[in-house]
């Protein structure tokens, strides 16, 4: 019969050694810093016809929420969420990229270390536990990462540099 506290130990271990992969993507899906090279500050911020968002826009975007997330975390308390859903999407411009570009990648820094904690099934907000609140970044990142690529092609914009998922 296998031991239930080191079944666990080993979920948690899976957990954190896939949880650095689902913040960057590589894998799975496209990742993040392949979404986001070759672009240039006006193509970032250029909405294509018949799409909501330019790709300054989702990764701003993203940005909110994965500063919020990480507030949470840190802070050990929870946060109440925002009144509408529009508070999350700040108004970026073309001279703002660089600026939202250099903040996601600070913000993804800033997470790494949480990937490995021992506290994980921790409630922090609300009934949220540090887990989930880690998994939300990453799926939410991935979420909207996949909006990029598809505003990048409706750009003309892609694949970048270096290369798409195709093969």
Sequence with gaps: ??????????????????????????????????????LDAETAARRPEGLPHSV?????????????????IEGGRAMPYPKHAADTWPEVTEGDWARVKAEFYE????IDAHAAR??????????????E??????????????????????LGAWPPPGGGDTW
Aim: no cysteine; charged share 20%; net charge negative.
């Design 1 to 38: 019969m296998t031991d239930p506290t080191d079944r666990n130990e080993r979920a948690q271990l899976a957990f954190a050694r896939l949880l650095p992969k689902l913040f960057r993507g590589g894998q799975a899906f496209v990742g993040v810093e392949a979404s986001l090279s070759g």
């Design 118 to 131: 021992p506290d994980l099934a921790s409630p922090v907000n609300h009934e949220e536990t540090i887990g």
């Design 133 to 154: 609140l880690l998994a939300d970044f990453a799926l939410h990142t991935a979420h909207h990462f996949g909006q990029v690529v598809t505003v990048r092609q409706a």
């Design 56 to 72: 300054a826009d989702l990764v701003v975007h993203v940005n909110w929420w994965n500063r919020w997330m990480l507030d949470v």
């Design 107 to 110: 913000l993804l820094a800033r």
